[in-house]
């Protein structure tokens, strides 16, 4: 059964440093999402991307985040200069174009900032 | 604004008991509705989802959920349970055909012999 993976699944950096979190979507999906889950927390929203832009963000996306699909199976967020919040579980997660909704995860990027 | 309220942090249950886990959403129109099940160290596994019709709805694992509009509730529930079914679980709720979803703050469920 097809799946989304994520790499790596765990990253440590400093402080202040550029991270990029990578996703491979399903293949045939075509709206791809970011989420976040700080420990203990509920998962939040980031970003949603579809036909090579952006198409609905959250106000925890600002300047330090941005997505990217460099080729046809990848999707990164990056994260440009960390900070200790940042530190969280990322997931990513695909759609197909006519499936409500109906996201599948990947299985989670433990970002840990120091 | 849309919400996601899901009543119980943490439920205890023994191995072959009845399983009902809460989730009551707030938002306007007709939600998309869904169960995700987290494994300790995994990602969110779909268990079910509702989008229209039969608002009685199964999943995977043996799962189930009943969609009630007059009470906003979209509550999970599982006959017997196993004690594979320790995990998080969360009500998701989406807006629009493609758009975000907005989860409840999880239920973890502990299963004891």
């Known amino acids: 059964e097809p799946e989304v993976t994520q790499t790596p699944s765990h990253q440590v950096t400093q402080m202040g440093q550029e991270v990029i979190l990578r996703c491979v979507p399903i293949?045939?999906?075509?709206?791809f999402y970011w989420y976040r889950q700080i420990l203990g927390q509920k998962v939040e929203f980031l970003v949603s991307?579809?036909?090579?832009?952006?198409?609905?963000k959250s106000e925890i996306f600002d300047d330090q985040f941005s997505v990217e699909r460099p080729d046809g199976s990848n999707f990164t967020l990056k994260i440009r200069s960390t900070k200790l919040e940042d530190s969280a579980m990322y997931f990513c997660?695909?759609?197909?174009?006519?499936?409500?909704?109906?996201?599948?995860f990947g299985p989670g990027t433990r970002l840990t900032v120091l | 604004a849309q919400s996601v309220t899901q009543p119980d942090i943490h439920i205890t249950v023994s191995e072959g008991a009845s399983l009902e886990l809460r989730c009551n959403y707030s938002?306007?129109?007709?939600?998309?509705l869904f169960w995700y099940v987290q494994s300790p160290g995994q990602g969110l596994q779909l268990l079910l989802k509702?989008?229209?019709?039969?608002?009685l709805v199964q999943g995977i694992k043996g799962f189930e959920a009943e969609f009630k509009r007059s009470q906003s509730s979209f509550n999970l529930r599982k006959p017997s349970v196993h004690w594979s079914d320790a995990a998080e679980y969360f009500c998701?709720?989406?807006?629009?055909?493609?758009?975000?979803?907005?989860f409840g703050a999880g239920t973890q469920v502990v299963v004891t012999p």
């Open positions: 997660a695909s759609s197909r174009l006519t499936t409500y909704n109906e996201q599948f």
């Open positions: 293949s045939n999906h075509l709206y």
């Open positions: 991307f579809y036909n090579n832009e952006i198409s609905e």
């Open positions: 938002y306007g129109a007709t939600p998309y």
């Open positions: 509702y989008f229209s019709g039969d608002t």
């Open positions: 998701a709720v989406g807006s629009d055909s493609w758009g975000k979803l907005q």
